[in-house]
C-alpha cells in the first residue's frame, strides 16, 4: 500500500548508531544515506537527532524537523495523573478506564490522554508514523515520572483502525477519533510541494463516517469525535458535546 521510493529516504547521523538506520530503512524499504545534495532523488527523510527521530524536509535539513513531542502542551499538566479537566477529559469522562485512539497521527491528545490516566491504547496505519510514535514512546518510557512510577506507557498497535477495531481481544469503554476535516475557507494557492508530499507520506485520511461506525460497533460504552466548531457531528445529533476555543467533542453513547 506503501511506495515510499522516490519520495523518502534515511539519513544517517555519524553522532547515531548505524544499525539503527540500516535497521529503519530495511523496514521500510528505502535507500539509506549518509548525506544527501542537490542530486538526491528524495524530499524526506528520517533521521536521528537531537535524540529523538525526526522527519526532515530536503529544504530544511538544518531547521530542526518533525517529530512526536512528548511534552505536555502549554496549558497541560506535567504530573501524573494530570487533573481530568477541560473539554477532552468531561468528553472521555470520569468513570472511563480503557480508552483507545483510533486516529492517533502526532498524538498530542493520545498523551494528553494518557497523562490523565487512561488506560490508553493507539491506533496508526502510516508505516512512518508508526516509526515517530515508536521512538517518542520509547523516549516517554525513559522520562523520571514514568520511570519512577513503573507507568507502562501507550500500547501502539499498526494497521488500519477500521479493520483493527472489527477485530478487537478487549472492549474498550471509550474510543476515541480525531479525523480530518475540511478547512473552513478555501486557500487561493495550492499548498507548496513539501507539503502535498507530507500528506501522501503519512497518507490520507480514511472515510470518516465508515470510521465512525466501526468505533461505535467496537466500543463498549462510548464513541467521542474531536471536530472543529464549524463541522456537523458525523454521527448525528450526538448524546452530549463539550466545546473548548475552536474545537467541539461530540459523545456517542453505545445503545
Excluded at 114 to 137: N, T
Excluded at 180 to 191: D, E, G, I, Q, T
Amino acid at each position: 500500500m506503501y511506495n515510499y521510493i522516490g519520495k523518502l529516504a534515511v539519513l544517517h547521523n555519524a553522532e547515531y548508531e548505524l544499525a539503527f538506520a540500516q535497521a529503519l530503512a530495511t523496514r521500510l524499504s528505502v535507500p539509506l544515506y549518509h548525506s544527501v545534495d542537490n542530486k538526491t532523488p528524495e524530499d524526506f527523510f528520517l533521521c536521528w537527532r537531537d535524540g529523538c527521530l525526526k522527519l526532515l524536509d530536503k529544504d530544511l535539513l538544518k531547521k530542526g524537523g518533525l517529530m512526536v513531542d512528548i511534552d505536555p502542551r502549554q496549558g497541560e499538566q506535567r504530573s501524573w495523573p494530570a487533573p481530568k479537566e477541560g473539554a477532552l477529559a468531561e468528553a472521555i469522562g470520569r468513570k472511563t478506564r480503557t480508552v483507545i485512539d483510533a486516529t492517533t497521527g502526532w498524538a498530542q491528545d493520545s498523551l494528553h490522554i494518557f497523562r490523565m490516566g487512561y488506560d490508553l491504547k493507539c491506533i496508526e496505519r502510516s508505516p512512518v508514523m508508526l516509526e515517530l510514535l515508536s521512538d517518542a514512546f520509547k523516549r516517554l518510557q525513559a522520562v523520571d515520572w514514568v520511570t519512577r512510577l513503573a507507568l507502562p506507557v501507550p500500547t501502539l498497535i499498526p494497521g488500519n483502525a477500521i479493520d483493527v477495531l472489527a477485530q478487537l481481544p478487549d472492549t474498550p469503554d471509550c474510543i476515541y477519533i480525531d479525523p480530518m476535516f475540511p478547512a473552513k475557507r478555501k486557500k487561493s494557492a495550492l499548498p507548496k510541494k513539501s507539503m502535498l508530499i507530507l500528506r501522501d507520506l503519512l497518507g490520507d485520511d480514511m472515510d470518516r463516517e465508515a470510521l465512525f461506525e466501526a468505533a461505535l460497533q467496537a466500543t463498549a460504552k462510548k464513541v467521542v469525535v474531536k471536530s472543529p466548531d464549524y463541522a456537523l457531528p458525523i454521527g448525528g445529533k450526538p448524546a452530549q458535546s463539550f466545546k473548548s476555543k475552536l474545537l467541539r467533542y461530540d459523545v456517542y453513547i453505545k445503545n
